[in-house]
Nanobody, 115 residues
Framework: QVQLVESGGGLVQAGGSLRLSCAASRSIFSINYMGWYRQAPGKQRELVASITNGGSINYADSVKGRFTISRDSAKNTVYLQMNSLKPEDSAVYYC?????????WGKGTLVTVSS
C-alpha cells in the first residue's frame, strides 16, 4: 500500500502558474504508474497527466503544452507544474498510484483559477 499527500493548490488568476506536489510513502519506482487527476463540480474525474515507473508520460489533450509532470525519486514525490492556467482548470486535483490490483488516491488539493 501507499499513502499519498498532495499540496500546492490555491487560488490563482488566469494565466498564472501553480506547482502541485504528491508525496508518496514509498519509493515511487516501486509504483507502476502515478497520475494526476482532477474533478470539477458536477463533472467526472478525469486524467490530467501520468508517468510510469519507466518514465513514460501521458497528458490529457486539454493540458498539453501547459502542464508538466515530473518526479524526484530522492523525495518520493511527483509534481505537476501548471502554467497558463485557465478558469476551466479549476478543480480538485488528486494524485493516484497504481499498485495493481489496487489504485490508491490522495485526498486532493483544490485549484481555483479566477478570470
Amino acid at each position: 500500500q501507499v499513502q499519498l499527500v498532495e499540496s500546492g493548490g490555491g487560488l490563482v488568476q488566469a494565466g498564472g502558474s501553480l506547482r502541485l506536489s504528491c508525496a508518496a510513502s514509498r519509493s515511487i519506482f516501486s509504483i507502476n504508474y502515478m497520475g494526476w487527476y482532477r474533478q470539477a463540480p458536477g463533472k467526472q474525474r478525469e486524467l490530467v497527466a501520468s508517468i510510469t515507473n519507466g518514465g513514460s508520460i501521458n497528458y490529457a489533450d486539454s493540458v498539453k503544452g501547459r502542464f508538466t509532470i515530473s518526479r524526484d525519486s530522492a523525495k518520493n514525490t511527483v509534481y505537476l507544474q501548471m502554467n497558463s492556467l485557465k478558469p476551466e482548470d479549476s478543480a480538485v486535483y488528486y494524485c493516484a498510484a497504481d499498485l495493481a490490483p489496487m489504485m490508491y488516491w490522495g485526498k486532493g488539493t483544490l485549484v481555483t483559477v479566477s478570470s
